[in-house]
């Protein structure tokens, strides 16, 4: 020390300036009384309230991005009931129409029994044909596939355009678990957010901390109405609410991409490998084209080989006492009712799948909020009072070593100073301090509660 006024008093210095110099010089190297620990941890507590308060409205921010969310959930809700229930609708009309052209066909069923017979070996050796003549593999399955869709059709329903009633109602099974399953998610998002709104409105009445009501910004807005610049933000996203959502994205069906959903699995799965999926079939559907794919998975698409087959076409002329159901208004009825149920199913789909984006959105931002603000909601269940949720226990100063050249030694820096902390109710923790801010600065307790903070954050930011 000495040494060092004598290096300042040759360079002409001030006393004045000298003496602040060495003070300086003391604060960074001596370490804190008793008292001065306390002053840094005050210091350091007033900083972090200020994060607290700050955390609190972001809470606040992130509950009103939920409360938006609820009230397009509710809209979603309400348009997705009306289209349930207008498909409903056209599918019992549909079951009506299929009903009555049954109870025609009975008067003459043995007749149309004796021609059906006759009409499905006819169907099954036709398809398999032209598929084992364009794909390289799996005529086979093609084949035993069916001949078990077959046995489960009624010849008359070989000739009705659209989709049959029992895979529309399959699919409206589906679509219910796929309902209930996303409900359930945003049930246990919506009770999240509520959890840590709840806990953080405590923290807000301990710290006597009135937040400001929030309305959502037009910066998150944005967020919600488009998808793509959502998904561009969060590459790493915080596995919190998103996680909800997210293994669903990716794996909607397009149901009505195949003629029968119970046909949609490979029973040989070494097949699939050797097979062009891309070779198309024509022949003999005109424009309507299917892949070798879409024939083994959906052999019910071999019903379209029924114009090839002499006996299937008579099906469709057969006289019934003078009627005949093919050729009549029901059959025309039951086409439109089925397209009408169809195009309801496929609009259900679609408002399933905005739900679903939507929801992947708005996780994203709650998870943002949670990974900034969420923290503050841990503290709900502390019983520590606002004067000591933060305390420096102990900062350990290391001077500078001599260096030969004396010059040398008044530009060489202080080394870090080591400081151990506790903060809320966490285990003590050790942080470095450069050592160019001294604990004297007011900036050394808000570096070390920052740290604090941060790596409080780690373990306390989780989704209720």
Same mark, same amino acid.
């Not at 040759?10 to 190297?29: F, I, Y």
């Not at 009712?337 to 679609?350: C, I, K, P, S």
């Given at each position: 020390?000495?040494?060092?006024?004598?290096?300042?008093?040759?360079?002409?210095?001030?006393?004045?300036?000298?003496?602040?110099?060495?003070?300086?010089?003391?604060?960074?190297? +001596? /370490? /804190?009384?008793?008292?001065?620990?306390?002053?840094?941890?005050?210091?350091?507590?007033?900083?972090?309230?200020?994060?607290?308060?700050?955390?609190?409205n972001g809470v606040q921010e992130m509950k009103?991005?939920?409360?938006?969310?609820?009230?397009?959930?509710?809209?979603?809700?309400?348009?997705?009931?009306?289209?349930?229930?207008?498909?409903?609708?056209?599918?019992?009309?549909?079951? *009506?129409?299929?009903?009555?052209? *049954?109870?025609?066909?009975?008067?003459?069923?043995?007749?149309?029994?004796?021609?059906?017979?006759?009409?499905?070996?006819?169907?099954?050796?036709?398809?398999?044909?032209?598929?084992? =003549?364009?794909?390289?593999?799996?005529?086979?399955?093609?084949? =035993?596939?069916?001949?078990? +869709?077959?046995?489960?059709?009624?010849?008359?329903?070989?000739?009705?355009?659209?989709?049959?009633?029992?895979?529309?109602?399959?699919?409206?099974?589906?679509?219910?678990?796929?309902?209930?399953?996303?409900?359930?998610?945003?049930?246990?998002?919506? !009770?999240?957010?509520?959890?840590?709104?709840?806990?953080?409105?405590?923290?807000?009445?301990?710290?006597?901390?009135?937040? /400001?009501?929030?309305?959502?910004? #037009?910066?998150?807005?944005?967020? &919600?109405?488009? =998808? #793509?610049?959502? #998904?561009?933000?969060?590459?790493?996203?915080?596995?919190?609410?998103?996680?909800?959502?997210?293994?669903?994205?990716?794996?909607?069906?397009?149901?009505?991409?195949?003629m029968d959903s119970m046909m949609d699995t490979?029973?040989?799965?070494?097949?699939?490998?050797?097979?062009?999926?891309?070779?198309?079939?024509?022949?003999?559907?005109?424009?309507?084209?299917?892949?070798?794919?879409?024939?083994?998975?959906?052999?019910?698409?071999?019903?379209?080989? #029924?114009?090839?087959?002499?006996?299937?076409?008579?099906?469709?002329?057969?006289?019934?006492?003078?009627?005949?159901?093919?050729?009549?208004?029901?059959?025309?009825?039951?086409?439109?009712?089925?397209?009408?149920?169809?195009?309801? %199913?496929?609009?259900?789909?679609?408002?399933?799948?905005?739900?679903?984006?939507?929801?992947?959105?708005?996780?994203?931002?709650?998870?943002?909020?949670?990974?900034?603000?969420?923290?503050?909601?841990?503290?709900?269940?502390?019983?520590?009072?606002? !004067?000591?949720?933060?305390?420096?226990? %102990?900062?350990?100063?290391?001077?500078?070593?001599?260096? /030969?050249?004396?010059?040398?030694?008044?530009?060489?820096?202080?080394? *870090?100073t080591d400081v151990s902390v506790k903060l809320?109710?966490?285990?003590?923790?050790? &942080?470095?301090?450069?050592?160019?801010?001294?604990?004297?600065?007011?900036?050394?307790?808000? +570096?070390?509660?920052?740290?604090?903070?941060?790596?409080?954050?780690? %373990?306390?930011?989780?989704?209720?």
């Open positions: 020390m000495l040494m060092m006024m004598m290096m300042m008093k040759k360079k002409g210095l001030k006393p004045l300036t000298v003496v602040a110099l060495l003070l300086v010089s003391v604060s960074g190297v +001596v /370490p /804190p009384s008793k008292d001065d620990l306390i002053q840094i941890s005050l210091q350091g507590g007033k900083y972090l309230n200020k994060q607290i308060e700050n955390a609190i009103s991005v939920m409360e938006k969310s609820t009230e397009d959930h509710q809209r979603f809700l309400d348009t997705l009931e009306k289209t349930k229930h207008q498909k409903e609708e056209a599918l019992r009309t549909a079951q *009506e129409m299929e009903t009555k052209l *049954e109870q025609e066909e009975e008067v003459c069923n043995e007749t149309m029994k004796t021609l059906w017979e006759e009409c499905k070996p006819c169907l099954k050796n036709t398809c398999v044909k032209y598929y084992s =003549r364009t794909c390289s593999t799996g005529s086979g399955l093609v084949g =035993r596939q069916l001949e078990d +869709v077959l046995n489960r059709t009624s010849p008359i329903s070989i000739w009705i355009n659209g989709e049959k009633i029992d895979v529309l109602e399959q699919e409206g099974r589906r679509q219910n678990r796929e309902f209930k399953n996303l409900e359930d998610k945003y049930t246990v998002m919506a !009770d999240g957010v509520d959890s840590i709104f709840s806990d953080s409105m405590k923290v807000a009445d301990h710290v006597h901390y009135n937040p /400001p009501v929030f309305y959502i910004p #037009r910066f998150f807005g944005s967020y &919600i109405r488009h =998808r #793509r610049s959502i #998904r561009s933000v969060f590459q790493n996203p915080f596995h919190g609410f998103q996680s909800l959502f997210a293994p669903m994205m990716g794996m909607g069906r397009n149901f009505f991409g195949s490979d029973l040989i799965p070494d097949e699939d490998s050797n097979v062009n999926e891309d070779v198309v079939i024509t022949k003999p559907f005109g424009n309507g084209r299917m892949t070798c794919r879409e024939i083994r998975r959906n052999s019910a698409g071999c019903l379209k080989f #029924r114009d090839e087959c002499q006996k299937c076409k008579d099906i469709q002329h057969i006289d019934c006492s003078g009627k005949k159901p093919l050729e009549g208004p029901l059959k025309e009825e039951l086409e439109d009712a089925l397209a009408l149920a169809e195009r309801f %199913t496929q609009q259900y789909n679609g408002l399933l799948k905005k739900f679903e984006e939507q929801m992947f959105n708005t996780s994203s931002i709650l998870d943002l909020f949670n990974k900034q603000f969420g923290w503050v909601s841990s503290l709900a269940n502390s019983t520590d009072s606002d !004067d000591s949720i933060f305390h420096v226990l %102990t900062v350990t100063c290391k001077d500078s070593e001599h260096k /030969p050249d004396e010059e040398k030694a008044m530009e060489e820096e202080s080394e *870090e809320f109710d966490s285990s003590v923790m050790n &942080i470095t301090v450069p050592g160019d801010i001294p604990w004297s600065d007011p900036k050394f307790s808000e +570096v070390v509660a920052q740290e604090a903070l941060d790596r409080y954050k780690e %373990t306390a930011v989780v989704v209720k």
